[in-house]
């Protein structure tokens, strides 16, 4: 699959405000469509790595990009990564989850 995503802002750590986040390309997103997980720095990747699971109303497909997504931007930021497949994060992929 073929990433979207792009660095931006280098060097620029932290918590995003709302706006800095509204002002960010689709690019710097972990699922582009849905401007979800932003993926600006290497606690945003670990962060959007640990919740990878959580996010809701996605497709698998979206899932496909954003993982893709993903390890772009953990070997950009030098994240340690070793998973190769999106259902290997978290205990149970949301889609996977029946409603309750």
Same mark, same amino acid.
């Given at each position: 699959?073929?990433? &979207?995503?792009?660095?931006?802002?280098?060097? =620029?750590?932290?918590? +995003?405000?709302?706006?800095?986040?509204?002002? +960010? !390309? =689709?690019?710097?997103?972990?699922?582009?469509?849905?401007?979800?997980?932003? +993926?600006?720095?290497?606690?945003?990747?670990?962060?959007?790595?640990?919740?990878?699971?959580q996010v809701k109303?996605?497709? =698998?497909?979206e899932r496909d990009?954003?993982?893709?997504? +993903?390890?772009?931007?953990?070997? %950009?930021?030098?994240? =340690?990564?070793?998973? &190769?497949?999106?259902?290997?994060?978290?205990?149970? !992929? %949301? &889609?996977?989850?029946?409603?309750?």
């Open positions: 699959m073929e990433t &979207t995503w792009k660095p931006v802002n280098e060097g =620029d750590e932290g918590t +995003l405000s709302s706006g800095e986040k509204r002002s +960010l !390309p =689709d690019t710097a997103f972990a699922f582009p469509d849905k401007r979800k997980e932003p +993926l600006t720095d290497a606690d945003h990747v670990r962060n959007a790595i640990a919740r990878f699971d109303d996605v497709t =698998d497909k990009q954003a993982f893709a997504n +993903l390890k772009k931007a953990a070997k %950009h930021f030098d994240v =340690d990564m070793s998973e &190769t497949d999106w259902h290997q994060l978290g205990k149970r !992929p %949301h &889609t996977d989850n029946p409603k309750q």
